[in-house]
């Protein structure tokens, strides 16, 4: 166990609906890093926070949207949800936005119907 | 643009038998270089991790090499196990601000009895 946990781990959508994922960081990390793994893909990096701040971003659109709480947990949103942003999405938390050493959440398969 | 190609992108072993899968990378300017296991549908979890400077580095009967110059690396998997079933991903990480970790697409292996 990595000590990064994501909720829920299944997800069920309709188009159009927005949703939010959660990740609990590992203990002492500050850092937070999205990922969105499509089938047979490797993991394409959304976004990263960092002490609460958004630290860079990845080539998604503004409808990804993030969140991260005075603990280091994270929120990913997503908004009008598309059939293509079904994924399993991964959060990997680090000590510092260098990232060193990541560890990664067992993911949230979101699936869009 | 940062690259990571992994080959082969699926493979079949017998248990008992060593296998290695081969990572290409074109990730500039080059931080530091590693292997994760994914079982399906879960988060990856990192096996190594080597620097500029590391050649080698072995966890259990996993060893990774690398070679900066080339921008190739290995990882070679000793007395396959039917738990070494699989996605092994080559990950690239890069000097920056913030993680820009670059992914590959992964080998799946599946360890046959």
């Known amino acids: 166990e990595t000590g990064v946990t994501q909720s829920p781990t299944h997800l069920i959508k309709t188009r159009g609906q927005q949703v939010t994922l959660r990740c609990s960081s590992q203990?002492?990390?500050?850092?937070v890093s999205w990922y969105q793994q499509a089938l047979g893909q490797g993991p394409q990096f959304i976004f990263q926070y960092y002490r609460e701040e958004e630290n860079g971003r990845g080539n998604f659109p503004p409808r990804f949207s993030g969140l991260q709480f005075p603990n280091y947990s994270s929120e990913l949103n997503v908004n009008a949800l598309e059939l293509d942003d079904s994924a399993l999405y991964l959060c990997a938390s680090s000590l510092g936005p260098e990232n060193t050493e990541a560890f990664f959440g067992q993911g949230t398969r979101l699936t869009v119907v | 643009k940062n690259q990571v190609e992994q080959s082969p992108q699926s493979l079949i072993i017998l248990e008992g038998k060593n296998c290695t899968l081969q990572?290409?990378?074109?990730?500039?300017?080059?931080?530091?270089l590693r292997w994760y296991k994914q079982d399906t549908g879960r988060g990856p979890v990192s096996l190594t991790i080597m620097t500029f400077s590391e050649n080698t580095k072995s966890n259990g009967r996993y060893t990774a090499t690398l070679d900066a110059d080339t921008k190739q690396s290995s990882l070679h998997i000793t007395a396959s196990q039917l738990s070494d079933s699989a996605s092994y991903i080559c990950v690239v990480s890069a000097r920056s601000g913030y993680s820009t970790l670059t992914f590959g697409k992964g080998t799946m292996l599946l360890v046959s009895p």
């Open positions: 203990s002492g990390h500050n850092t």
């Open positions: 990572c290409n990378y074109t990730v500039s300017p080059f931080s530091n």
